[in-house]
């Protein structure tokens, strides 16, 4: 089962469409330089999988995966030079590496309103993303190839600043 859930997250983080027609106003890459806690992590519509029936909220669905203190340790720092680490405790860094390995040891890169990611483990390209002195939204539209509904989802990461 914690393979099928590592499937399904690696699934979710890279089967990425390009964005569709909606215009976000570019975002000022200077703001991105810092380090980031996972506040919510939604998926719309809902999808079916081992974790229920029309989940929508996969960050309370990793919570009971890898437990509350692994999410509340885990944190995405990104640098002025476009790198990416993350920081966890010693007992979740391999629980978080399988959920967010986008954020080990990798780059980003920011063009108008999209960020790119770019790791070892895990890359993507994110559209619509916003980011203030406190809080950074991050969307992706991913394909569930596994799913019953075999519908286009949105994924939404949205970020504090820590």
């Known amino acids: 089962m914690k393979r099928l ?6 699934t979710l983080l890279w089967s990425c469409k390009k964005g569709g027609g ?14 980031w806690k996972l506040q919510a992590l939604t998926i719309d519509p809902g999808t079916t999988g081992v974790w229920g029936t029309n989940v929508t ?6 919570r009971q995966q890898i437990g509350d203190a692994c999410i509340n340790d885990f944190r995405m720092n990104l640098t ?7 920081t966890t405790s010693e007992t979740c ?6 959920l967010f390995g986008f954020a080990e040891k990798g780059t ?9 990611v770019l790791s070892p483990y895990e890359s993507g390209d994110y559209h619509n993303v916003t980011v203030d002195q ?3 939204v991050w969307h992706r539209h991913i394909d569930l190839i596994d799913s019953e509904d075999k519908k286009t989802h949105e994924a939404t990461l949205t970020w504090i600043r820590q």
């Open 5 to 10: 859930i590592l499937f399904l997250s690696l």
């Open 22 to 35: 909606d215009v976000t106003p570019a975002f000022d890459p200077a703001l991105v330089a810092s380090s």
């Open 57 to 62: 909220d996969l960050l309370a669905t990793y």
């Open 80 to 86: 002025s030079n476009g790198k990416i680490s993350r």
């Open 93 to 98: 860094d391999s629980r978080t590496l399988e």
């Open 108 to 116: 980003w890169k920011a063009s108008g309103s999209n960020l790119s």
């Open 134 to 136: 406190t809080t950074m």
